[in-house]
């Protein structure tokens, strides 16, 4: 059966997060050879746009979803999310781990947590996931992997 990939798209000038899936049937993203357009389709006004690059930011969803401590399986991490992996080194030691916190991107056609250090894959048998925020919504908080984040999608333009 065939998903339709969910996006969201982040616009500094309304300081928000428009998340485009079958949840939210009133955000609409057209693309077209020009770029892209997100559209509010209930009132069919343009909300953002790809040529206001500076200002907003057009996220893919993962096929990934982070784990809360208690096994419970969460939202879908996406593009731009601030994620903490966890890996036991002995399965079953909690004191026997390591962590690293990055923000998710696609580097060489795998997502992966990027620390701007070191970059390893967002997917593992043996690891959690926790999404700990986005560099958008959190810029504050997550300044450098803000940066990062900005740094990576400039070079794969």
Request: glycine share 6%; with cysteine; aromatic share 12%.
């Amino acid at each position: 059966m065939f998903q339709i990939p969910e996006f969201r798209v982040w616009d500094d000038r309304y300081d928000k997060m428009f998340y485009v899936n079958k949840r939210n049937p009133n955000i609409s993203l057209e693309f077209s050879s020009n770029g892209w357009s997100l559209e509010d389709a209930k009132t069919a006004c343009l909300i953002t746009t790809s040529h206001r690059k500076e200002r907003s930011a057009l996220m893919r969803a993962t096929d990934q979803v982070y784990t809360a401590e208690d096994g419970y399986m969460g939202d879908t991490i996406f593009e731009g999310d601030v994620v903490k992996q966890r890996t036991e080194i002995i399965a079953g030691d909690p004191f026997l781990t390591t962590d690293i916190t990055g923000v998710v991107v696609m580097l060489e056609g795998e997502w992966v947590i990027d620390t701007g250090m070191t970059a390893r894959p967002l997917f593992s048998e043996v690891a959690t996931n926790e999404k700990c925020g986005n560099v958008f919504e959190h810029r504050d908080i997550w300044e450098e992997l803000y940066d990062r984040y900005v740094q990576l999608n400039k070079e794969s333009d």
